[in-house]
Structures are given as C-alpha cells and as structure tokens.
C-alpha cells in the first residue's frame, strides 16, 4: 500500500493528499454529491421545494420519460445539432489550426481573434445573433437583399425549418475557436522531419495532410469528438436566449425539458431524470469513443 502511496503521490504522499483535500472537497460538494442528488431525486414524485413530500415512483419517470414524445424529439434534436456540429465544426475549425499551426508572423494574433468568441459572454454572443438573423433589419437578410434577392425575407429563427441549423451555426462558430486550438496543439506536436522527409519524397500538401497528419491527430481527434457530443448534449444557454426551444419545439432540446420540470412546472423528480439520464448517456458515449479511437494504434 505504500508503494502504491509513493508512486501516485511523491515521496511524501500525506502531503501531497493534504494539499489536494481543498480540491476534492469542493469537487464532491458540488459535482459528485449532486450527481448522486440527481439520481436519487429521480426516483420520487418530488416538486423541489424545501420540505415537500416526497413519494416513491421508482422507475416511473424514467418509464414516462422514454414514453415520452416530447423527449424523443428533443433527442432528435439533439442528434440534429451534433450532425450539424460535425458539417460545420469540423472544417472550420480543423481550417483554423492549419492556418494558425504554421508559425508564420501574425499566427499568435490570429489566435486570439478566433478565440474570441469561445470567451464571450454565451447570453450577449446569442443576442448578437438574435439581431443578425431579423427577418426584417439584421444583418444577415439585408446582405442576402443586397446582392439580387430583393425578396428575400425568411425569418430564420422562427422557421421550423431553418432554426436549428440557425442555431447551430452559431454554436459552431462560438466554440470553433477552442476547438483550433485543441488541434492545433496535436499539430504543433508532430514532428517536422515527417513532413519534410514527405516533401523529399514528393508528397503534396493534401497528402502530409491525408497520411501524416490526420493519422496522427487521433488522440486530439478522440478529445474533439467526446468534447464535441457531450457539449451538444448538455447545450442549454444560447439555444434558449435565441429561440427558448421554438418555434413549436423546434430546437428544444433534453437540458430545456430539465430546466422547463423543474423549475416552471416543479415536477423535480422528473426533470432529475432526465438530468440523470443525459448525464449516463455522456459517459457512455465517451466510454465508446474511448474504446473506439485508442491510443496504442497511433
């Protein structure tokens, strides 16, 4: 047991573990202890107010939950901005770290401009884009009029149609930036004589890009992947400034059926499912992407 102690913490574990308590408490208080909150609240009939009676359901609300049809669309949803992340995120952002990995003069403050938007507040960044997308004098309709569609007017966050792939663009666009900087770290650690070993050898750039650099990038791409779903997963803030779930359900999504349960309807127990269930369903995802895209086969 000591060995153990002195591997995983120094020469001088107790130290170290008194060091670290401060972290682990408030890491318990307010992540673990919740998530155990959650579950066990999901099994009750429980309004959320201090003192309420509570009574025992079981499995029932998971039951009503996957019964649900409210909750099977706003999955649908969901599965909808991660596909829609993918198409839009991937290129953006892996483009970036390309452009801002290559070293040359200016790449730092490159850096920072599209970073930007990650350290925004989400609440003014999903207002910005409320005013970009008026039907009527944002932005973006008066440059589609502009250029030859005089008619044009659609209203692009309350059409069933467009709205969550309004959304999603904007959700691409906020964490875009840090999501370059995650693959432009993975690139900054591939080795030169690689690519410059390929270049002798007569490889273009899309080949270095297809056979050197991609293949190497796979335990930045495994990061990017569980980072991207889960966070599509537990989206909540900019989707509900910009359409609160609208127009008729078309953006909502599993965190607003949590938020709307909970504290508008005060039906706790089966918003702490829900909560519950999101929360599995983002380790398990990560748990196969984890399986999937291993370390050893770089």
């Known amino acids: ?48 107010i201090a003192d309420a009676s509570k009574t025992f359901l079981g499995l029932k609300n998971y039951i009503e939950m996957f019964t649900d049809p409210g909750f099977g669309k706003d999955m649908l949803n969901t599965l909808k901005l991660i596909l829609i992340s993918f198409a839009v995120h991937i290129p ?4 970036l770290a390309l452009i801002v990995s290559k ?3 200016g790449s730092s403050l490159f850096k920072t401009i599209f970073f930007i938007p990650t350290i925004l507040p989400t609440a ?5 884009w ?20 005089e008619n044009f007017n659609l209203d692009w966050l309350g059409n069933r149609g467009a709205a969550m792939y309004a959304v999603s663009f904007v959700n691409a666009w906020v964490s875009a930036g ?43 791409f495994r990061m990017y992947f569980i980072l991207l779903i889960t966070g599509a997963l537990k989206a909540f803030n900019l989707i509900f400034v910009m359409t609160q779930g609208g127009p008729n359900g078309a953006t909502e999504v599993p965190t607003m059926m949590v938020y709307f349960n ?5 039906n706790y127990g089966y918003a702490s499912a829900v909560a519950f269930f999101i929360l599995a369903l983002g380790f398990l995802i990560s748990f196969i992407i984890n399986k999937a895209i291993k370390t050893e086969s770089l």
């Open 262 to 266: 909970g504290f508008k309807y005060y």
């Open 103 to 105: 070293g040359r003069r």
């Open 1 to 48: 047991m000591s060995d153990i102690m002195t591997k995983g913490f120094g020469k001088k574990p107790y130290i170290t573990i008194i060091f670290l308590l401060p972290a682990i408490l408030l890491y318990s208080v307010f992540l673990i202890w919740p998530i155990f909150q959650s579950a066990w609240y999901s099994l009750f009939d429980y309004s959320g």
């Open 124 to 128: 003014a960044v999903a207002l910005m």
């Open 178 to 220: 840090e999501s370059m900087i995650i693959f432009a770290t993975g690139m900054s650690a591939i080795s030169p004589d690689l690519n410059e070993a390929a270049s002798i050898d007569g490889a273009t750039g899309f080949k270095r890009l297809i056979y050197i650099t991609i293949p190497l990038l796979k335990e930045t």
């Open 92 to 95: 953006l952002a892996f483009g």
């Open 130 to 149: 409320k005013f970009i997308y008026n039907p009527n004098w944002g932005v973006l309709s008066a440059v589609i009029r502009e250029i030859g569609f």
